[in-house]
């Protein structure tokens, strides 16, 4: 019981944690953005191991859950990983692992379809700073 306590009490804490993000708004269209954080990515040598378009699959599924609001004009999640990043966090606290792998996002609102968000979530604690530092970097690098 015990256990079933304490995972409680991190799934009910995982939404607080999850407002943790730092973002970039750019005056760019989301394609040409998601162009430039793969290409960011890509550059630092990086593999995308997967690509979610969440944008689109709740475009898709709006009617089918009974919604008729359209969120974003688009949005894309980019994970990844870097075996020197992750190394270094995983060597610091083996529970980092939780982390991996990281996620970069970017989207655009209906309102504003010129204007795109890109961002990550900020990892706690010391021990991430490394994961912390290498997302800055990509988004900066995506963004200037």
Not at 26 to 52: Q, R, W
Not at 109 to 124: K, R, W
């Amino acid at each position: 019981m015990r256990n079933l306590v304490a995972t409680t009490i991190l799934l009910l804490a995982s939404p607080l944690a999850a407002q943790n993000i730092m973002s970039v708004t750019v005056p760019e269209t989301v394609d040409d953005m998601e162009f430039a954080v793969e290409s960011a990515i890509l550059d630092m040598g990086l593999t995308i191991d997967f690509v979610s378009y969440t944008g689109d699959m709740l475009s898709r599924t709006m009617a089918d859950v009974g919604s008729d609001v359209e969120l974003y004009s688009g949005a894309t999640l980019y994970n990844f990983c870097s075996a020197i990043v992750s190394r270094q966090v995983l060597e610091a606290d083996p529970t980092n692992i939780a982390y991996c792998p990281y996620t970069i996002f970017v989207y655009s609102l209906p309102d504003t379809p010129n204007e795109t968000i890109v961002g990550h979530q900020i990892y706690p604690g010391a021990s991430m700073q490394p994961a912390n530092d290498l997302l800055d970097a990509i988004v900066e690098s995506a963004t200037q």
